[in-house]
């Protein structure tokens, strides 16, 4: 069974930074895709990153320069480092798999981590 568990959401003040971890069990091997999508409330849900099965990126452009994501095959685990925050970042976060070269998740998601930033 497919397994995706978000840790590192926190409040910070508007500059700071935040990583969000994303670890993944259940694959037989790392030929999977991962997106971080975020939906504050009232707003609808937004893919921020996402990471092929090569390691190759994506970003929304809300997030490019600030935002990095990044794999480590061997600990199964997908990282959002966030950097430069903004208030209107403030989001709770979700990691889920995705079809390969889009932003449509496949169906697993986590549960989410919350991240706030203060002004």
């Known amino acids: 069974e497919v397994q995706l568990v978000e840790s590192g959401g926190g409040s910070v003040e508007a500059g700071g930074s935040l990583r969000l971890s994303c670890v993944a069990s259940?694959?037989?091997?790392?030929?999977?895709?991962i997106g971080w999508f975020r939906q504050a409330p009232g707003e609808e849900r937004e893919g921020v990153a996402a990471i092929e099965s090569d390691g190759s990126a994506r970003y929304a452009d809300s997030v490019k320069g600030r935002f990095t994501i990044s794999k480590d095959n061997a600990k199964n685990t997908v990282y959002l480092q966030m950097k430069s925050l903004k208030p209107e970042d403030t989001a709770m976060y979700l990691c889920?798999?995705?079809?390969?070269?889009?932003?449509?998740?496949?169906?697993?998601w986590g549960q989410g981590t919350q991240v706030t930033v203060s002004s």
């Open positions: 889920a798999e995705i079809y390969s070269g889009t932003w449509y998740p496949c169906g697993y």
């Open positions: 259940g694959y037989p091997d790392s030929n999977y895709c």
